[in-house]
């Protein structure tokens, strides 16, 4: 089974290169997943598709980004890939994941996760997470509460 499942059999994976990768992480709060939701409906992202759907616990509901009857009862599952392309800047991707990895998948999923990220030349990906404020070491707990952590120290940020 292939690891991302376009909803259009035509698609073509190049057309996500130089995007930025969006993921949460399901955690405190939701936080990530929240900021995902809030992200697909203000950009108004379209869904292209789902990541690895086998590898999450099954959920199925509505569509939660319905703005009208049509669409409504479009079904939403546990891993779903959304897109929104920017004339100047590539695009940005996003995996918004409605269900927790089954942890005999974890493994598996990072590596096809990282394979997909390359052959679609993704060019950054984001991870959005929350934790406890008891989890905070002491220098943390004055200043800026969020974090961000660039994988590579020499790549350029930007905010889309």
């Known amino acids: 089974m292939a690891s991302f499942l376009p909803l259009n059999e035509s698609f073509n994976v190049k057309k996500l290169n130089s995007s930025i990768l969006i993921l949460p992480s399901i955690s405190v709060g939701n936080v990530g997943q929240l900021a995902c939701d809030l992200l697909i409906t203000s950009l108004k992202m379209e869904k292209i598709g789902y990541f690895q759907p086998d590898f999450f ?15 409504k009862y479009e079904v ?14 590539g695009g940005v991707v996003l995996i918004q994941f409605r269900a927790p990895l089954m942890k005999k998948f974890e493994k598996k999923f990072c590596e096809r996760l990282l394979a997909w990220v390359k052959e679609c030349e993704i060019s950054q990906v984001v991870n959005l997470t929350s934790c406890h404020s008891y989890e905070r070491v002491d220098s943390q707990l004055t200043g800026f509460v969020y974090r961000i952590v660039p994988s590579k120290l020499d790549q350029s940020w930007h905010v889309f």
């Open 57 to 71: 616990l099954p959920v199925a509901g509505y569509n939660a980004f319905s703005t009208c009857d049509e669409d």
């Open 76 to 89: 939403s599952i546990n891993s779903e890939v959304f897109y929104k392309s920017f004339q100047d800047d």
